[in-house]
């Protein structure tokens, strides 16, 4: 069945970073506001409510989905349901409301994305995300995600070449691209060879990754509204879900190649097939640079570059603002934040913007279509999705 | 648009109790590999997963949904996602189940509830489960769910008389009721003066409630496979979910009546509506039993009573087993166990036994209507679902 019969028409978004008043409730609350003023509808006419957090002992609020309703008093009684996919729950959200519209059981409904992060210290965070690793082999369960990426990168090097210096462009690029949105978490240029010199203010993390392959510790929060191909006349904006396709892969690192990226490989190719389009329709993409090596083996998902050869996609400008298919005008997870469950409908909305012609940050000019892709895990739980202007 | 259009072709329930060998995997595992065998089709033909799983702090396994890919290679590169609401996650997994079928994105479905409680301290298991209470007002968020639902019992009796002797009622049928069941964590008949006295073997926990008034703290899984129509008529067994309806409420305490249990009885009332029956069509009922309190509540938000007047329902017969309308045939989740995440999905496996006429414990005979109820919080997040026979 097509789910091009889906669209967004509104789209909120918080600032990210450390935002120290904010509880998660206030993140949430303030969201959801937000996307029903901008889409001017009263809130007695959403039909569903989803939302995406992650949590795992980030904060004590174990049952988050009925923090929506505390929006707004008409949204008392409505369903509400928290969907999780690690750092791909936004998108989890995301496909819950498509369902609900496609099922019939819903006209319009409200994705939030939301996680509070920063009121843990750095060992809370990093175990917090730990609980998205796989908890029954020793060896796994004691690994960060940072040291899983760094094996990713060390993996890289081995089977090809070393990925640093593209992975140290990577984050050259997303900071820069990130000094344009107001709501990014950092706003400070990093020259390449601050991102591709250890030293003393880029420390290893997880060797081989520096401080600068790594995204953010992040509070934040960003919603959407959706509706069906019907209701959506009725909105003067319109941005169409041409294509939004989910793939998980096993948990277990020792049950997948690392290198392989299937998942992501198998959602983007697919999404782009549901679409009926092909890497030359894009004119941006936003995908999942958690951490820079990340970014690299999305760009041979997508088909940008062959395996091992990523490097030539920043070699030749393509990713590059002002490229054939800039990836990450918004900054990325890196720059722009990681607030983990919020991501993937942070991605979205930003998306809104670009495809109405309104961008918050940079622009990719007159766009019409956008690739979206967003993974939990270490290519575990993989979202990609292909939006398609409409109306602006 | 009717949500008759899907269908249980088949389930698996686990043994509910102190499962000590069995991690969260194992229960995943275990049961998803029973609903395949039992509805005889291959792991490769399931479209997608979902998984339902309250978690907040009772296991480590923060990213869940992809164990579910552990019981199969074939499923391998499925969607797979998690749904959270509270102690309705089983059901919040049903209803995104049956969206994705009725979307057309799906056929064949699995569902699967999970909870593995029995490895943490009783202190650590009441501070988990205290996380589905509202964060963000101190004197809510130290009340633990005990006390919340000893705060109604305390209401109903300022209000209209001591609830005590109809709750004991409760839990000694469900007790009774229990003793038929293999798969039930207690085995013990319970009488209702034992349950009506407050005595060294059964004290207060949170008064007025008794020991005896409380559900347990369990291990345990069940899953189904949902399928469409179309895709349902190639299965012997088929029960179809005439009605599901969903409706959450304010998390705050203080923005609602305990009493009222308005939200059940939106989604009751407005199940049994969709489904087009009464409560004169139905065999049976599976209810939220977390409390003794709760069922007495329900039996009004039922309409079998009306507010103030539960008891009579317990007096007249008519939820005991053999009666007009029997409630928690299974024991309940007073006796049966009460896995948080699972309890939804359970109560939609053992339906799916009664209305195939292979009840797992006391039968409802010739049964063709069955109503469940299961809820997250204290009537917060609320399903409820009406099946009918269609083939056994």
Do not use: W
């Not at 999942?288 to 970014?295: G, L, M, R």
């Not at 720059?335 to 109405?356: C, E, I, N, R, W």
């Not at 961008?359 to 979206?372: K, M």
Request: glycine share 8%.
């Amino acid at each position: 069945m097509a789910t091009d019969s889906v669209s967004i028409v509104a789209a909120a978004h918080s600032r990210f970073g450390r935002l120290t008043d904010a509880t998660l409730e206030d993140l949430i609350v303030d969201v959801t506001r937000a996307a029903l003023a901008d889409a001017q509808v009263a809130a007695s006419e959403i039909d569903a409510l989803f939302l995406g957090q992650f949590n795992s002992g980030l904060v004590p609020d174990g049952f988050p989905a009925s923090l929506m309703l505390q929006a707004d008093p008409a949204l008392r009684f409505k369903p509400a349901t928290r969907c999780e996919n690690a750092c791909a729950s936004g998108s989890a959200a995301i496909q819950a409301g498509i369902n609900a519209i496609l099922s019939g059981s819903a006209e319009l409904v409200l994705v939030v994305g939301a996680e509070k992060m920063t009121s843990n210290s750095t060992v809370q965070v990093t175990k917090a995300l730990a609980g998205a690793g796989y908890q029954h082999d020793a060896e796994e369960a004691g690994l960060s995600f940072s040291q899983l990426f760094g094996l990713a990168a060390a993996q890289y090097e081995q089977l090809y070449q070393s990925p640093l210096s593209a992975m140290a462009a990577i984050a050259a690029k997303n900071h820069a691209n990130a000094m344009a949105n107001p709501l990014a978490q950092m706003h400070k240029v990093m020259s390449f060879e601050h991102c591709n010199t250890v030293s003393e203010s880029n420390p290893y993390i997880a060797k081989p990754l520096r401080l600068t392959d790594c995204s953010l510790v992040t509070d934040g929060a960003a919603a959407i509204v959706l509706a069906s191909a019907k209701r959506a006349r009725q909105f003067r904006r319109e941005v169409a879900i041409k294509g939004m396709v989910q793939v998980n892969d096993f948990l277990p690192l020792s049950q997948r190649n690392l290198l392989a990226f299937e998942g992501p490989q198998r959602a983007i190719q697919s999404a782009l097939g549901k679409a009926q389009v092909t890497l030359e329709d894009l004119d941006f993409a936003e995908v999942h640079d958690c951490f820079t090596i990340a970014e690299l083996l999305i760009y041979e998902a997508m088909g940008l570059a062959p395996q091992g050869q990523g490097h030539r996609a920043l070699e030749e400008g393509i990713v590059q603002h002002g490229g054939k298919l800039p990836v990450n005008l918004s900054g990325g997870l890196k720059a722009k934040g990681h607030p983990v469950g919020a991501t993937g409908v942070s991605m979205h909305a930003l998306a809104f913007g670009q495809l109405t012609g309104k961008p918050i940050g940079l622009a990719a000019p007159n766009a019409e279509f956008g690739l979206l892709f967003n993974m939990g895990g270490m290519a575990v739980a993989n979202y990609a999705s292909v939006l398609q202007a409409r109306r602006a």
